[in-house]
């Protein structure tokens, strides 16, 4: 047929065919979330796909009608069963209109379940009629009664006024024969009026019958319609009749509740005497007596649910709402109520694990929190808020993007973002603010804890500060580049005097040939020195770095050292102090301080012409110092000094060096239990200083 020039793909078909239809219908998947509304649906409401996709469409339910509803649908939708339920939903007026709607889950070929496809329709005409029938068959009934029961007095008037015409006729046969006849007549003629009053009356009383029992025919459809959507309702729902609270009707689920007990037509007390003196006795007397509604929400029940079983912790949402006689007096309790005895169990379980999980995260040195599976904080641990200064309602969720530098947060947000989609856990880098201000690198780890199905339930975040060793990375960066730089330039000097000799090697000349052989020579020096440096630094590190003491003057050591500067005569070297002042130390050690303190003062106060070695005593301690009168060291510097590869700028001048040399020589003062520091001011020199133990 022509259908194959119009081939329509099947989702479109299908789509086509469910919005065409009058009425509305939804379409939810395995994960219970609707995600198709027909067009029928999307008028009615006068709201977008995209407004009642997932759970956007409990919105347009009439908020007193939405417990009732979720309580149903939470029952079919757990046992993968029809459900059917009516309501008032919002019309795209605004106005609410009664529907009802019926659900039936689908499944695959395979028997999986795979959601729901449920219609609904406007029930609102229907009710409103219903309403007004009853309320017309009412008021007629009682229209028709007053009217009966007015000719009905006044057939009686019209009875008393012919008995007394009666008594006057006879009266009057007693004085007139002649009357006698024409009184008969009138007689004759009452007794047919009254004949035919008869008759109306009959048939009057025979409309009445024929009105009455339609109405009770109605009223029994009602009941029965209404007794069937109780047996039928997938909550448990029950009537508690009169102030006794007499069992008067139970539906499967309410029965369900307590297999196996007997309650129908036994008082409450006498059924379930275990309720006696619970809360819930005297909720249900309240509602008794003010006709209040009561509705109760994971409301612990202490019940039997066996005949002569022991009584359990169980849990319940219910309803109970006041039943009112004709006479419109309270006269019963309608019992709506569904089991949450294992949601709420669950819940307990999972709310004392996060406890004794938060507990455990307050105890970590780090900084710790847990997100939700979507990525919001719910929990942080102490240090956290120590760390932040800020609390919970300031960080939660995702409060905490205003703690990260904001040139990081845009990136990590992302690596942030994939870690929570994945089921593997994740970390990343970042700078977090200290309530000081101060940013500091911490690493972020993320790791996922699952389920007993394996899926990710929460994740746990840790933070750990990293400031330190990124910095010493950073410089450990900039030291590979200052060595290689520093070896470099030794290297490059020694081959090119090697290159010269090489060239003369058949003719040597006699004045250059030594001057090449010292440079190559302070070449190989200078780079053996860097080499002992590099050493030192890595036995530093490994703590290896060797120390052997023995005894000898501070003043000899310092008068012997650093001839290569007295040599070269640029500086002059004075010692002052004390002659006779010894030490126990490692003398080759001490030298190495002292040269590197002494080479420091030539490199970085060249123009200082007299450099001072100083011996002197400071408690139990002798204090060596050399002192300079170079420009000294800016006092924001000076805390740095001692540390690894640290090496102070001088804009516009470049000295070399490894930025080791005081490093060492602090980790070698250490070793012998003393100190040493600096006092500098800017254009004032330097004096650095340290002690060794005194030897008596
Ligand atoms: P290096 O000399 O290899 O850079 P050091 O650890 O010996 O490493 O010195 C660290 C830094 O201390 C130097 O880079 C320099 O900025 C500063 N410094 C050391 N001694 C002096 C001094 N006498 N005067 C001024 N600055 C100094």
């Known amino acids: 047929m022509a259908s194959s020039n119009h081939h329509i793909p099947i989702e479109t078909e299908f789509k086509t065919i469910m919005d065409s239809l009058p009425g509305m219908i939804r379409i939810s998947g395995a994960d219970n979330l609707f995600y198709f509304f027909n067009k029928g649906w999307l008028r009615f409401t006068g709201r977008t796909l995209q407004q009642e996709y997932g759970i956007g469409w409990t919105e347009g339910i009439h908020p007193d009608d939405l417990l009732r509803y979720k309580d149903i649908y939470a029952v079919s939708v757990g046992a993968h069963t029809e459900f059917i339920v009516d309501y008032r939903l919002r019309n795209y007026d605004g106005s609410y209109r009664w529907v009802a709607e019926q659900g039936s889950p689908r499944f695959l070929p395979d028997g999986i379940f795979s959601g729901y496809i449920s219609s609904c329709i406007d029930i609102n005409e229907i009710r409103e009629t219903d309403r007004q029938k009853s309320e017309y068959i009412q008021t007629e009934a009682l229209a028709r009664e007053q009217f009966l029961n007015e000719e009905l007095a006044s057939f009686n008037e019209e009875l008393a006024s012919t008995n007394e015409e009666l008594a006057s006729s006879n009266e009057e046969l007693a004085s007139s024969n002649e009357e006698l006849s024409a009184t008969n007549e009138e007689l004759l003629q009452s007794r047919e009026s009254l004949a035919l009053l008869n008759n109306e009356l009959e048939h009057q009383v025979k409309l009445r019958t024929a009105e009455l029992s339609r109405s009770q025919d109605d009223a029994i459809n009602q009941r029965d319609r209404l007794k069937r959507f109780f047996m039928q309702a997938p909550a448990g729902i029950c009537i508690l009749d009169g102030p006794e609270l007499i069992f ?152 905490w993007k205003d703690v990260i530098h904001p040139d990081d947060l845009q990136y990590n947000l992302k690596t942030f973002d994939e870690i929570i989609k994945g089921k593997v856990g994740g970390e990343f880098e970042i700078r977090e603010k200290r309530k000081d201000g101060a940013y500091r690198w911490h690493l972020i780890r993320i790791l996922p804890i699952t389920n007993e199905d394996g899926e990710v339930a929460r ?147 060249p123009n200082s012409k007299t450099i001072y070695l100083i011996a002197e005593t400071a408690g139990d301690y002798v204090k060596i110092s050399v002192r300079d009168n170079g420009p000294g060291i800016a006092p924001d510097k000076i805390p740095d000094l001692f540390s690894k590869y640290y090496r102070a700028e001088y804009t516009g001048v470049q000295y070399s060096g490894l930025g080791l040399g005081l490093y060492i020589s602090a980790e070698i003062i250490a070793r012998h239990g003393g100190r040493i520091g600096v006092d500098s001011e800017l254009g004032k020199g330097s004096t650095f200083w340290f002690t060794l133990p005194i030897n008596h």
Not at 283 to 301: A, D, H, M, R
Request: hydrophobic share 40%; aromatic share 8%.
């Open 248 to 399: 008067e009707l139970i539906n499967p689920p309410y029965q369900q509740l307590f297999p196996g007990r007997n309650l129908l037509n036994k008082r409450l007390l006498d059924a379930v005497p275990e309720i006696k003196g619970e809360p819930i006795w005297d909720i249900l007397q309240n509602v008794l007596q003010t006709g209040k509604t009561y509705e109760g929400n994971e409301l612990l029940i202490p019940l039997v649910r066996n005949e002569g079983g022991a009584v359990e912790d169980r849990y319940f949402n219910f309803i109970y709402q006041a039943r009112y006689d004709k006479d419109h007096v309270i006269d019963g309790i309608l019992v709506f109520v569904i089991e949450v005895t294992d949601t709420v169990l669950t819940k307990l379980k999972i709310q004392e694990e996060a406890e004794r999980f938060q507990t455990q995260l307050n105890a970590i040195p780090q900084i710790a929190w847990t997100n939700t599976v979507s990525g919001e904080v719910d929990f942080y641990n102490h240090q956290w808020y120590n760390y932040t200064g800020l609390d919970f309602e300031q960080t939660k969720a995702w409060g």
């Open 459 to 605: 994740w746990i975040g840790t933070a750990t500060d990293i400031q330190e060793l990124k910095m010493l990375q950073s410089q450990k960066d900039d030291f590979i580049s200052i060595a290689s730089h520093e070896l470099k330039t030794p290297v490059t000097s020694l081959k090119a005097s090697i290159q010269l000799m090489d060239r003369m090697k058949e003719n040597p000349s006699p004045v250059m040939l030594p001057k090449l052989i010292t440079q190559a020579a302070r070449s190989v020096d200078k780079i053996s020195e860097l080499i002992e440096d590099l050493l030192d630094a890595s036995r530093v590190n490994q703590s290896q770095l060797s120390i052997v003491k023995t005894t000898f003057k501070a003043s000899e050591m310092l008068e012997g050292c650093c001839n290569h500067v007295r040599i070269e005569a640029k500086h002059e070297l004075i010692f002052q102090g004390d002659k006779e002042l010894t030490v126990f130390a490692d003398e080759h050690r001490i030298d190495q301080v002292v040269i590197n303190l002494v080479n420091n003062a030539v490199k970085y106060a």
